[in-house]
Each structure stands twice: as C-alpha cells, then as structure tokens.
C-alpha cells in the first residue's frame, strides 16, 4: 500500500510539477527569475509561427498577429494595402451618428470601401462614430443616392461631417472621407459622383 501511494504521490508531483529558477514558489511551469539568455536562434530550418512578448507582470505570452501584418519565412512585414469591401445598410432616408461596423470584432473591420444599401432610396448621414485620426473610408452608393450633411446637430460634435466638395453620390458612384482627428471632424476628400 505504501509503495502505490509513493507511486501516486509521483505521479501527481510529475503532473503539477512547476520549476523555479532562483525561486522556491514558481507560478508557472518554468518560472525565471532573474535574466535569461537564449542561444541560437537563427536556424534556417526552424520556421517562426507565433510571436512572444512580456505583459506587465514579466510572464511570457503568445502575441496575436493582426490581419494587416504578416509572418512569413521568419520575417513580419505590413501587408500591402488593400482595398477590401464592407457594408452597411440605412432603412430610413435621415441617418445620424451611422455606426459603419469597423472596430473590431465588428462586420467591417479593416475595410476601406463600405457599401452602403439605401432600402429608402435616398438616404442623407449627418456623421459617422468611433472615427479616428488619419482613418480613411469610402463610401459606395449601391441602392439609391447617399448625401452626406455637413455640421449637423443631428450626430455628436465629434462625428460630423465638413464638406469641402460635393457631398453626394449617385447610384454606382464613391465619396471618399477622412477623419481628422485634431479638428474632430470627418473631412470629405474627394467625390465621384
């Protein structure tokens, strides 16, 4: 009986068994404290495919890739820019504060070109939400006209619209839109009406 509870103590201990170095309380399955030096890391036989840093507690975590970097051969570059297309849809003609689904987690997320469906026909946006400084958007008019109103109190100070050029796009037709994030305000770069 001893000896299988000797057996059982083992085979938990090897199980749950946590190292320390310069440590007696180790928190995790190796725990270092102090500094630690890798060697040999430059093997061209050995292909990277995940990426690791330290979060504020010094632990060692796996760091997730956005989708406009890539790790290819060993080397992780920005992805060539891309126009990719989201869309949202208006079902009423008077539109304020339009969330166009680009944070993320969201429908659009990393899309540049959102179509936007007017079941109405016509549709008017007083402004756009969660914009941010430098963040470029097309806006593509695939059922019905779209229009853009500038400086309207229908949508919050730091969602509306400047126009600088015309505001409106036909059906088939593009306006493009950038936020400034200084003035708080989305600026109509260029329409193609």
Known sequence: MKYIAKLFFIAVMTTNAQVGINTS???ES????????????NQASVKTTKLFGLND???????????????TNNVLHARPYDH?????????????????????????????????????GESQITGFTDGYDGQHIWLY????TLKLIPNDTGSSNGNQIEVN????AKLWAMIEVIYDGTRGKWIIMQSHA
């Open 25 to 27: 309380t180790p928190q």
């Open 30 to 41: 190796l725990h270092v404290a102090g500094t630690v030096r890798i060697e040999t890391t």
């Open 57 to 71: 507690d010094g632990t060692l975590r796996e760091i997730e890739v956005g989708e406009n970097l890539v790790l």
């Open 84 to 120: 990719s297309f989201g869309q949202i849809n208006l079902t009423v003609k008077d539109n304020n504060n339009v969330d166009l689904l680009l944070d993320p987690g969201e429908a659009n997320f990393g899309k540049t070109i959102i179509r936007v469906n007017n079941s109405s």
């Open 141 to 144: 008019a695939v059922s019905g």
């Open 165 to 168: 050029e015309k505001p409106a």
